[in-house]
């Protein structure tokens, strides 16, 4: 089986990965101030209080381990073109 490896643009997509995840975060840090300051702590309705504590867990929880995954994904791009031309090369 032949497969062929494009370096540039393969590391091109793990930068681009990185990038997409940076700008998430920034966007995400953004969003939650913006939920703290419309939402502070003490409004005592059942709507302020389940947005409220549903995005804490969002923003807690899922949002970092997704953002992990990009980029382990990122990561194991570099290293397969790493492997991928050591492997070529001997």
Not at 14 to 25: H, L
């Amino acid at each position: 089986m032949n497969i062929t490896i494009t370096p540039g643009a393969a590391t091109q997509d793990a930068a681009q990965i990185d990038s997409i995840v940076s700008n998430i975060e920034s966007s995400m840090e953004v969003l939650d101030a913006a939920i703290k300051r419309n939402i502070p702590d003490g409004i005592e309705t059942t709507w302020s209080e389940e947005v409220r504590n549903n995005w804490e867990t969002y923003y807690s929880n899922d949002v970092p381990a997704a953002m992990a995954d990009m980029k382990q994904s990122a990561t194991n791009l570099r290293m397969a073109v790493e492997k991928a031309l050591k492997y070529s090369g001997q």
